[in-house]
């Protein structure tokens, strides 16, 4: 996966799991908080990585 892929996915997993984490919030469900928090985590880790792949030419 190229830079712009994974930047991508990072944003759709990062909005994904605000939406999640309020609706877990909102809904006193702890469980999908918890799952929306992660999920934002991933996006953040894949957000990285593609900064990385984009300083290295996607050669990684």
Do not use: F, P, Y
Request: proline residues 0%; charged residues 30%.
């Amino acid at each position: 996966m190229g830079e712009l892929t994974d930047k991508v996915k990072a944003a759709g997993n990062k909005a994904a799991g605000a939406v999640k984490e309020a609706v877990g919030k909102g809904t006193d469900n702890e469980r999908l908080e918890a799952e929306g928090k992660v999920q934002q985590a991933k996006g953040d880790v894949q957000d990285v990585t593609g900064s990385v792949k984009g300083a290295l030419g996607n050669d990684i």
